[in-house]
């Protein structure tokens, strides 16, 4: 898995009343965003149906139509309404995303979920956390099909928005994909699955 915004060593330190401790973020993350306007989805992509794959019969090398993924399904941590994506109110988001695998069919039937936590802490610290559009990844964006033929796929997202971060504490998080064929415990691999950051409002 990764996320956006990324940043050096994963850990996010700020101020929200400071807007140039935050700026880099927002500004990562709209341009990571680009590519989900609700206007190019809609031009370049198709509705599908939620809950289960999206198999495209045909030959390997013809283009295969993707799903839409529009950035206003993250809501609260769209950018739409809000540019600074929660930072300038100490309520940051963050965006999550599957690493693409060709072929690979997510969940074996069952949506892939994701949690979030304090990692190996105070889990009140991190407080109350929001998902848009929902805290899973629709089987309907799986399988991929490679970018030659899968040309305007965007992978599906997950935005998590933390709302009651503790203030001038630093809170590592760990968030995990969980589901079938997923693993997410690796010892040594805090990526296989997850990924653990740190956040320091002040």
Known sequence: VA???HVSGLYYSFNPSEKNTWSEYSESLQKFIEAYDDEKQIANNVVCTQGQYFIQEGEEHEEKK????????LQNCSGIEDPSFGFSQGKPCIILKMNRIVGFKAGSGTPITVTCDTYKGNHSLTGEVGFY???????????????LTHVNYTSPLVAIHFTELVKNTDITIQCKINGQDIINDHKTDRFLGRIVFTMNIR
């Open 66 to 73: 993707a799903c839409q993924f529009r950035r206003s399904m």
């Open 133 to 147: 559009p929902v805290n899973y990844f629709d089987l309907m964006y799986f399988p991929y099909y490679g970018k």
């Open 3 to 5: 996320i956006r915004p």
